[in-house]
């Protein structure tokens, strides 16, 4: 299968392939490795979910995980794993589960908000200045203003690190360890992946020179990781510095949850491996959505409208006040439908992270291989016309009920349809415990392009662009010109 397995987009291939065969699983095999697709909400609910205890684990990425030396990632090690809880555990106090929305989790996330609002207000800005440097305020560029802006975030969450600014050498950090890291895992790439034997070979001998690069990246990766788990360290020993997540849990304080015991070596490198995982991971998602929303608000000029009057209706009063209620931001109905149907729309994971199940079972009368590699295919649910109708169309209504309506998609719906954040963020013992800071991080940065942006396409396209979406782990709408302007009281 190895000749013949897509390379863009495919999710759309599984797909397809589940319709051809006439079931929602299929399964096929590269070089020695079965994989398996779930393209039904049945069958990745009671796999992925009811048996979670045999479907958690991670495949094995020997390039990355021995040769670079990342295994002990909080994506990569087993769930089964003592090392696995113990990050949920330290993930859960630093940035709270969605389960405590309403506790925990808001109360966590709140001391956060300032941070993540200061940022969302200066990527808003961001995209204005860019705008007035081109003509007819088109911006073809924008993505780095919304990585540089994510990478603040999770930087001053994660370490209580101020970026200041585009040239920042922790930015140059996080860019280098992202573009390492996504050569290290690019599917297909390295044969070792395929026939783990291969990591013993020698680096010194003729045709190994994928491990010589190997070790280089792991020396590279080893360092990237130690600049700002150090930087943080030294701060919170000289008392200088921001509360953050990696402070929470380093500062002998009962109240961090290290009961006023000194962190020895093994919790400290804990603690690390955790606050790295925030910032190899956390920064893609959010980057991938807020990319989506600003092509789809150009795309779609009358749902951008409806969430604009929604926002200005609530905005603080005053244009100083720096402030925008966290509970608020949650319970704005259409803006927080507009998300949902971004991530609907535009899954931020086409395809969810891959599982691994670790023994041999049994599933509508189909043998699944011990070992096997199963894949949830998120963009399938996302587009099945049973849960979603129309499911091409871009309509956040969906989400609201009460008889609403779309002249333009022709569809109408009473009752809302289902939460795509079900699905949307991972399964069993896989789900992202940042969901809450994920969801809070978009929200503020949709409310801040709303308040101060216009989106539109140039008046030069010839046509209406076509929605296609990048490949890789995460994935993002393909961009095209758009035209930004500030409002008129922002002007």
Same mark, same amino acid.
Not at 67 to 80: E, H, L, M, Q
Not at 189 to 208: H, K
Not at 236 to 242: C, Q, S
């Given at each position: 299968?190895?000749?013949?397995?897509?390379?863009?987009?495919?999710?759309?291939?599984?797909?397809?392939?589940?319709?051809?065969?006439?079931?929602?699983?299929?399964?096929?095999?590269?070089?020695?490795?079965?994989?398996?697709?779930?393209?039904?909400?049945?069958? /990745?609910?009671?796999?992925?979910?009811?048996?979670?205890?045999?479907?958690?684990?991670?495949?094995?990425?020997?390039?990355?995980?021995?040769?670079?030396?990342?295994?002990?990632? +909080?994506?990569?090690?087993?769930?089964?794993?003592?090392?696995?809880?113990?990050?949920?555990?330290?993930?859960?106090?630093?940035?709270?589960?969605?389960?405590?929305?309403?506790?925990?989790?808001?109360?966590? /996330?709140?001391?956060?908000?300032?941070? /993540?609002?200061?940022?969302?207000?200066?990527?808003?800005?961001?995209?204005?200045?860019?705008?007035?440097?081109?003509?007819?305020?088109?911006? =073809?560029?924008?993505?780095?203003?919304?990585?540089?802006?994510?990478?603040?975030?999770?930087?001053?969450?994660?370490?209580?690190?101020?970026?200041?600014?585009?040239?920042?050498?922790?930015?140059?950090?996080?860019?280098?360890?992202?573009?390492?890291?996504?050569?290290?895992?690019?599917?297909?790439?390295?044969?070792?992946?395929?026939?783990?034997?291969?990591?013993?070979?020698?680096?010194?001998?003729?045709?190994?020179?994928?491990?010589?690069?190997?070790?280089?990246?792991?020396?590279?990766?080893?360092?990237?990781?130690?600049?700002?788990?150090?930087?943080?360290?030294?701060? +919170? &020993?000289?008392?200088?510095?921001? *509360?953050?997540?990696?402070?929470?849990?380093?500062?002998? =304080?009962?109240?961090?949850?290290?009961?006023?015991?000194?962190?020895?070596?093994?919790?400290?490198?804990?603690?690390?491996?955790?606050?790295?995982?925030?910032?190899?991971?956390?920064?893609?998602?959010?980057?991938?959505?807020?990319?989506?929303?600003?092509?789809?608000?150009?795309?779609?000029?009358?749902?951008?409208?409806?969430?604009?009057?929604?926002?200005?209706?609530?905005?603080?009063?005053?244009? =100083?006040? %720096?402030?925008?209620?966290?509970?608020?931001?949650?319970?704005?109905?259409?803006?927080?439908?507009?998300?949902?149907?971004?991530?609907?729309?535009?899954?931020?994971?086409?395809?969810?992270?891959?599982?691994?199940?670790?023994?041999? %079972?049994?599933?509508?009368?189909?043998?699944?291989?011990?070992?096997?590699? #199963?894949?949830?295919?998120?963009?399938? /649910?996302?587009?099945?016309?049973?849960?979603?109708?129309?499911?091409?169309?871009?309509?956040?209504?969906?989400?609201?009920?009460?008889?609403? *309506?779309?002249?333009?998609?022709?569809?109408?719906?009473?009752?809302?349809?289902?939460?795509?954040?079900?699905?949307?963020?991972?399964?069993?013992?896989?789900?992202?415990?940042?969901?809450?800071?994920? &969801?809070?991080?978009?929200?503020?940065?949709?409310?801040?392009?709303?308040?101060?942006?216009?989106?539109?396409?140039?008046?030069?396209?010839?046509?209406?662009?076509?929605?296609?979406?990048?490949?890789?782990?995460?994935?993002?709408?393909?961009?095209?010109?758009? #035209?930004?302007?500030?409002?008129?009281?922002?002007?």
């Amino acid at each position: 299968m190895a000749g013949r397995m897509p390379t863009k987009e495919p999710w759309k291939t599984y797909a397809s392939w589940s319709r051809t065969y006439e079931s929602p699983i299929i399964s096929f095999r590269v070089y020695n490795t079965t994989l398996i697709v779930l393209s039904s909400v049945q069958a /990745i609910q009671d796999m992925l979910e009811r048996r979670q205890d045999i479907y958690s684990e991670r495949p094995r990425n020997t390039m990355y995980n021995d040769i670079c030396g990342r295994g002990k990632t +909080i994506f990569n090690v087993d769930a089964s794993s003592t090392r696995h809880k113990m990050y949920r555990k330290m993930l859960g106090k630093g940035l709270g589960p969605r389960g405590g929305r309403a506790g925990n989790g808001a109360k966590v /996330i709140r001391g956060y908000t300032p941070l /993540i609002e200061r940022e969302a207000r200066r990527l808003a800005e961001s995209l204005i200045s860019m705008s007035r440097g081109h003509g007819e305020g088109i911006v =073809d560029d924008f993505i780095p203003l919304v990585q540089r802006s994510a990478v603040a975030v999770i930087l001053g969450i994660a370490f209580g690190y101020t970026v200041q600014g585009d040239s920042d050498p922790f930015i140059k950090v996080s860019e280098e360890a992202s573009k390492i890291s996504g050569y290290a895992m690019a599917p297909g790439r390295w044969m070792v992946d395929y026939v783990p034997l291969l990591r013993y070979v020698p680096a010194w001998m003729l045709g190994a020179g994928w491990k010589r690069q190997g070790l280089i990246w792991r020396e590279r990766l080893h360092h990237l990781a130690d600049v700002p788990h150090l930087w943080a360290k030294n701060q +919170i &020993e000289t008392g200088n510095y921001e *509360e953050s997540f990696t402070s929470r849990l380093l500062r002998p =304080d009962p109240e961090t949850g290290v009961d006023g015991v000194q962190v020895g070596p093994e919790q400290e490198e804990l603690v690390k491996w955790c606050a790295g995982g925030l910032y190899a991971g956390a920064s893609d998602t959010t980057v991938s959505a807020i990319v989506s929303f600003i092509l789809l608000m150009a795309l779609y000029p009358e749902v951008q409208c409806r969430a604009r009057e929604e926002v200005l209706a609530h905005l603080p009063a005053g244009d =100083d006040d %720096d402030s925008t209620d966290l509970a608020f931001i949650h319970r704005l109905p259409y803006l927080n439908a507009v998300m949902q149907e971004v991530l609907r729309y535009a899954p931020v994971g086409n395809l969810a992270l891959p599982h691994r199940v670790s023994q041999e %079972d049994e599933y509508g009368g189909l043998r699944i291989p011990q070992n096997a590699t #199963v894949i949830a295919n998120v963009w399938a /649910i996302f587009h099945n016309e049973t849960l979603y109708p129309n499911p091409h169309s871009f309509w956040p209504e969906r989400f609201l009920g009460s008889n609403a *309506e779309s002249n333009a998609a022709s569809i109408k719906s009473s009752v809302p349809q289902p939460d795509p954040r079900r699905w949307a963020f991972g399964f069993g013992k896989r789900v992202c415990p940042g969901m809450y800071f994920a &969801e809070t991080t978009m929200l503020y940065a949709f409310f801040h392009i709303l308040a101060t942006c216009e989106m539109s396409l140039p008046p030069s396209l010839s046509a209406r662009p076509e929605v296609e979406f990048t490949t890789g782990i995460t994935s993002h709408i393909k961009p095209f010109p758009v #035209v930004v302007q500030p409002l008129r009281k922002f002007r």
